[in-house]
């Protein structure tokens, strides 16, 4: 892989309590420095629950980004000093209210690196007990059950959108099979 293209330096932009924007200047194949503005999150966990060894839980969460609820893993920002496992568990019981015997880890990826310093570590969640949602005061969150196959066939006909849902998704199937 030819990584020619490097970044030299980098001022803060912006800074939130999940986030900070940053204009790195890099210097590029021509030997002319040029700026890019990039997210700099501190990453985040994504969990497949699965209810029984066909059926899973995903979320119905409404997205002021985009303006709509869209249907999504259970997932959430590493904004605490916990270790990758704790925050998975976290997550899951927030958002649905499920707590879990096994976790296990499906990898990682990058959110949208052309713009966004975000690393997703994917877990499935299995042995699940109910429990209830902890969410915050801006969440809307709605746990919805299907089955595996369901998902998978909604991540094909564009009614999931969301990105790591899908990929996690397909990841799980894989990891069910294997």
């Not at 210097?27 to 999150?41: A, F, M, P, T, Y």
């Not at 690196?113 to 109910?130: C, N, Q, T, Y």
């Not at 809307?140 to 196959?149: A, D, G, T």
């Amino acid at each position: 892989m030819n990584n020619k293209k490097q970044a030299i330096s980098g001022d803060q932009l912006f800074e939130s309590q999940r986030f900070r924007v940053v204009r790195l200047v890099e210097q590029c194949r021509d030997g002319i420095l040029r700026s890019k503005d990039i997210v700099e999150h501190p990453g985040s966990v994504g969990i497949v629950p699965f209810v029984d060894n066909e059926q899973i839980c995903l979320i119905e969460v409404f997205r002021p980004a985009v303006g709509r609820t869209l249907i999504e893993i259970p997932a959430g920002t590493l904004d605490r000093t916990e270790s990758l496992q704790a925050a998975a568990v976290r997550e899951l019981r927030e958002e649905t209210g499920y707590q879990c015997d096994l976790l296990e880890s499906l990898g990682e990826l990058w959110m949208s690196p052309g713009i966004l310093r975000e690393r997703m570590h994917l877990f499935v969640a299995k042995g699940l007990r109910s429990g209830r949602q902890a969410l915050e005061l801006n969440e809307y969150i709605e746990p919805r059950v299907m089955q595996l196959s369901e998902a998978i066939a909604m991540c094909h006909n564009g009614m999931i959108e969301d990105a790591k849902t899908i990929a996690a998704l397909f990841r799980a199937e894989y990891w069910l099979r294997s």
